[in-house]
């Protein structure tokens, strides 16, 4: 199974334009997800899908994404606006006023979590939440469940994107999924980087931004000092891939801009290729 995951959209960050710098961006990795072999089985977009909470960057976003050759599921960020997402996506699966659901496939299951407290930046889940999360984990115990949200619940080490693991909504979390061997990650957007660390006997990996990356810098930061450091820098709009083998679920990180191609496999390089896939089990004369 592919699942393809884009993450902190922003539309709408320049208001009104056209040529809106995030919408280039967003285009260019649906483009290479669209054309892709093979192709993914869905796509995931974790989240800050639009910049400020208006309905008209939903409808673009919408727009953008409507095209795709599979399935598209969302989250929702710090940055989203549930009633307005809710307006523009009326097929859209909330619970308790939560946009919270389940995605069956016949590989695995999915739990879309929903980490969004109006008003705040940082991610909440509250007791109701963690009810229904509980609810959806006690009902299939054995099936391999992947969760989906938008805030990581870890500190990843640049200061003012991190999450406190001493804040409550991380500890609800934790209790929901300790010691559930079937899940099998955790995967988020937020932090507009690559990073992946281990958390409660999970693996957790954020995906980096279509939007403009967040710049690597892992110095202390004082609130009452500007240091100039760079907080937002243009890298190129990024996506992720997990794949699930069936055993594991394997994350590559991709950028949508033109690579420098060194090698192809040509005549040249099949020895190469016939060697390698040869030494492995199941296959002739591999062992």
Known sequence: MLIAQITDIHLGFEPDSPGEFNRQRLDRVVAELARMVPRPDMLLATGDLIDRGDRASYERLDEALSGLPFPVYYALGNHDERATFADVFPGAKFDGGFLQYAIETPA?????????????????????RAAWLMAQLDAQPDRKTLIVQHHPPIEVGIAWMNTDPAEPWVERLAECLRGRTNVIGLICGHIHRAVTTHWEDLVVATCPSTAPQVALDLRPI????????PLIVADPPAYALHWFN??????????????????????????????????????????
């Open 222 to 229: 004082d609130p009452d000092v500007p240091d100039q450091r």
């Open 108 to 128: 695995m299951r999915l739990l879309v979590l929903d980490t969004l407290e109006e008003g705040r930046h940082g991610g909440a889940f509250c007791e109701a």
């Open 246 to 287: 069936g055993r594991e679920l394997v994350t590559h990180w991709q950028t949508a801009e033109d690579h420098t191609i060194l090698a192809r496999y040509d005549a040249n390089l099949q020895g190469m290729i016939q060697h390698m896939l040869a030494e492995r089990p199941g296959t002739p004369g591999g062992h």
